[in-house]
T-cell receptor
């Protein structure tokens, strides 16, 4: 079983729709969580960190559920420019301070 | 401009021919790392470095070497490339060692080993 799992999609949604992605993690020691955005074959870029209390940045809302070991990303009022792959990331502050990336969820927003 | 620079952007080589992918950051970051990305598998860590002369294996280190002789540079070396090392490679860095700090990525190197 992968440490961080995501539905690969693609999620095809019309402009203006609300879409949500979930991501599950298996390492209960994970302490840091993020969503990264990756455009086709380009470098990942940090979209937002995920805090225990949940956090919002404009049209994007991230939530963490430690009991069930999943994080979520909600995108409201989808834009064509939101089309990308969204990577879920978990981090453990151990000797290696490693981040574990999910395989990504592909979103396609259509006119 | 703060950035992570990796070269080359594209590389086609043949089995067994040694190659080096360079990575340099201008942000005085302590931590640097190499990842490879394959379809359906996400980014997997190859090697990382917490400081000069301090390197350690990630999840998939076999067939790779790294060095950290200067803080800014972290080259990835493939002594004898094989076709299963065909992949998209990313170098990354962050200021400190804690995982809750932002990771900065280079623009990637698409490697094809024939």
């Amino acid at each position: 079983r992968k440490e961080v799992e995501q539905d690969p999609g693609p999620f095809n949604v019309p402009e203006g729709a609300t879409v949500a992605f979930n991501c599950t993690y298996s390492n209960s020691a994970s302490q840091s969580f993020f969503w990264y955005r990756q455009d086709c074959r380009k470098e990942p870029k940090l979209l937002m960190s995920v805090y225990s209390s949940g956090n919002e940045d404009g049209r994007f809302t991230a939530q963490l559920n430690r009991a069930s070991q999943y994080i979520s990303l909600l995108i409201r009022d989808s834009k064509l420019s939101d089309s990308a792959t969204y990577l879920c990331v978990g981090g453990v502050n151990n000797a290696g301070n490693m981040l574990t990336f999910g395989g990504g969820t592909r979103l396609m927003v259509k006119p | 401009e703060a950035q992570v620079t990796q070269n080359p952007r594209y590389l086609i080589t043949v089995t067994g021919k040694k190659l080096t992918v360079t990575c340099s950051q201008n942000m005085n970051h302590e931590y640097m790392s190499w990842y490879r990305q394959d379809p359906g598998l996400g980014l997997r860590q190859i090697y990382y470095s917490m400081n000069v002369e301090v390197t350690d294996k990630g999840d998939v280190p076999e067939g790779y070497k790294v060095s950290r002789k200067e803080k800014r540079n972290f080259p990835l070396i493939l002594e004898s490339p094989s076709p299963n090392q065909t992949s998209l490679y990313f170098c990354a860095s962050r200021q400190g060692l804690a995982t809750n700090e932002k990771l900065f990525f280079g623009s990637g190197t698409q490697l094809s080993v024939l």
